[in-house]
């Protein structure tokens, strides 16, 4: 059974930093594209990063410059890092893992808090 968990949210003051992990269980992990959204309080989730298997990264434009997704696959892990944090960063953030072509698959965590205080 696949489990991803994520760790590292927290509160924090505007322009400060987190790193954000999720270390996924099972054997997908090399296989998968990774990625990591939020969903602010009343909102959608949103995409916020992700990263694909060979490496090439995409990020919303909302945190370009900012933030850096990476993955480790021999720790089965991706990191968000997240810098000069703003109010509007402030939601759950979640973890990811997709298939790509077949099998088809679409893996969720739990979530992690991130909340950044003015």
């Known amino acids: 059974q696949v489990q991803l968990v994520e760790s590292g949210g927290g509160l924090v003051q505007a322009g400060g930093s987190l790193r954000l992990s999720c270390a996924t269980s099972?054997?997908?992990?090399?296989?998968?594209?990774m990625g990591w959204y939020r969903q602010a309080p009343g909102k959608q989730r949103e995409l916020v990063a992700g990263?694909?298997?060979?490496?090439?990264?995409n990020y919303a434009d909302s945190v370009k410059g900012r933030s850096t997704i990476s993955r480790d696959n021999a720790k089965n892990t991706v990191y968000l890092q997240m810098n000069s944090l703003k109010p509007e960063d402030t939601g759950v953030y979640y973890c990811?893992?997709?298939?790509?072509?077949?099998?088809?698959?679409?893996?969720w965590g739990q979530g992690t808090q991130v909340t950044v205080s003015s």
């Open positions: 990263i694909a298997r060979g490496g090439s990264t």
């Open positions: 990811n893992a997709r298939g790509v072509g077949a099998p088809w698959y679409d893996y």
């Open positions: 099972g054997s997908i992990f090399s296989a998968s594209t």
